[in-house]
């Protein structure tokens, strides 16, 4: 099956400056990988994909490169805000085979005022 | 819109006891999914339904029955909880691509 893993565990950066999550993934197959934030007690909310026929995606101050050659995929955040702070999943699937996601273990974001 | 709901919200059982997480989505999507969520490792998908009366096993499903009567309804029953068990849990719906998650029930088994 695939495996996703997911680095760093934990990131620190001061408010203003820009964060970068990257995955990888083993499964050449998935063609469509989300990313997920977590904030403290709540559920995963998704906060931008990527599918595999487009290279990147930008979201305001959010974007998602994907490089299917080498299986890795990353998220990219700019002029981080305190609010930003929370836990960041990726994930893998495959489009339209009834949504059945392999996530990363997860990335603890905190933005330092 | 009330989205996906999961009670309980909170729960402590005792080794060898059993009990029902209860999930309901009011957006009619054919897709359900349980998630349980540890330290360290991730989301894992523990079982998920592709329309009422379907059924079928995730990553880590040992230890956990469903079912689906209804579109709605997916709830999820430990018979007979282990410490191992203590963990979140994430009920999770969706259509076409997209998934949305409840607010998580937390359970610990002493």
């Known amino acids: 099956g695939e495996n996703v893993e997911q680095h760093p565990s934990t990131l620190s950066v001061q408010e203003g400056d820009s964060a970068v999550i990257k995955c990888t993934y083993s499964?050449?197959?998935?063609?469509?990988f989300p990313w997920y934030k977590q904030e403290l007690g709540k559920g995963p909310q998704l906060i931008i994909d990527i599918r595999s026929n487009v290279g990147e995606k930008k979201d305001q101050r959010i974007a998602v490169t994907l490089n299917k050659t080498a299986k890795h995929f990353s998220l990219h955040i700019t002029e981080t805000q305190p609010e930003d702070s929370a836990v960041y999943f990726c994930a893998a699937s495959l489009l339209n085979t009834g949504n059945q996601f392999y996530f990363g273990t997860g990335t603890s974001l905190t933005v330092i005022p | 819109n009330a989205g996906v709901t999961q009670t309980p919200k909170f729960q402590v059982l005792k080794t060898g006891q059993s009990m029902t997480l209860q999930c309901a989505q009011d957006?009619?999507?054919?897709?359900m999914s349980w998630y349980r969520q540890d330290p360290g490792m991730g989301l894992r998908l523990i079982h998920y339904?592709?329309?009422?009366?379907?059924?079928d096993q995730g990553e880590v499903p040992n230890g956990y029955n469903v079912s689906r009567s209804t579109t709605e309804d997916f709830p999820l029953r430990l018979l007979s909880a282990a410490p191992s068990q203590t963990s979140v849990y994430f009920c999770a719906s969706g259509q076409g691509n997209t998934i949305y998650f409840g607010e998580g029930s937390w359970l610990t088994v002493v």
């Open positions: 499964d050449s197959a998935s063609n469509y």
């Open positions: 957006m009619n999507h054919e897709y």
């Open positions: 339904s592709v329309g009422a009366g379907i059924t």
